[in-house]
């Protein structure tokens, strides 16, 4: 099968299929990169989810990078030359519709995982199942007490035989209302994942979006039991 105009191969061994950034020239999987599409009239918008119809141009940059790319002109030339037309209508306002974009696409995935079952809400329930070694990541909402996300945290290294280590979940960008909303349920304050394969997918959804917003990797804490 041919190769995507943007598509490299980082080890000839590796089947994984990269995507070149068109603002660094890295090659990362897709699910570490932001894609833009182009519509019928030349408007630049993210595609997040990587379903948009016809070609797309790939970014691994923070938001600050992409502003900076914008502002220059090194954004529009870049995109130039992935599209082959000169015919492009960027926002201005970019940078603000892909972090909404990556926003949502998180908060829906973690609604899904909801409805399907691989999620625990509620400090109690989430307790046991650290304390039972159910654990495969905590999240917290940017709101939570510090004294909600110790006690969890303890007990999840307490139930992981990891005592000593600093592991102690992720505080999200988002407060309990926001993911109240997202799940469906009230007064949502932390969230225990305990499914292997659904903190996989979290996880890279997650650490897409915090590269982006500039609050750095996704945390050694939500990654040590899905590595």
Do not use: Y
């Amino acid at each position: 099968m041919r190769n995507l105009p943007n598509e490299t191969r980082s080890n000839p061994l590796d089947r994984t299929p990269h995507r070149k950034c068109i603002l660094t020239g890295e090659s990362f999987p897709p699910e570490h990169l932001v894609r833009l599409a182009m519509g019928p009239d030349g408007q630049i918008a993210p595609d997040v989810r990587a379903k948009a119809p016809g070609r797309g141009a790939w970014i691994s940059v923070d938001r600050a990078a992409l502003e900076a790319a914008l502002a220059k002109g090194q954004l529009k030339s870049a995109l130039a030359r992935a599209f082959k037309t000169g015919a492009l209508d960027i926002p201005v306002n970019l940078a603000d519709q892909v972090e909404k974009a990556l926003e949502r696409a998180t908060l829906d995935r973690l609604g899904l995982e909801a409805r399907g079952g691989t999620l625990l809400t509620g400090s109690e329930k989430i307790e046991t199942a650290a304390r039972r070694d159910e654990l495969f990541m905590l999240l917290h909402a940017s709101d939570a007490g510090q004294d909600g996300v110790s006690k969890l945290g303890q007990a999840w290294r307490v139930g992981s035989d990891r005592e000593g280590q600093d592991l102690r979940g992720m505080t999200l960008p988002v407060d309990r209302q926001g993911l109240s909303v997202a799940l469906g349920r009230q007064n949502v304050v932390h969230i225990g994942i305990i499914d292997r394969r659904a903190a996989e997918r979290l996880s890279h959804m997650l650490a897409r979006w915090l590269r982006f917003i500039g609050s750095g990797e996704l945390r050694d804490d939500a990654e040590k039991k899905v590595a």
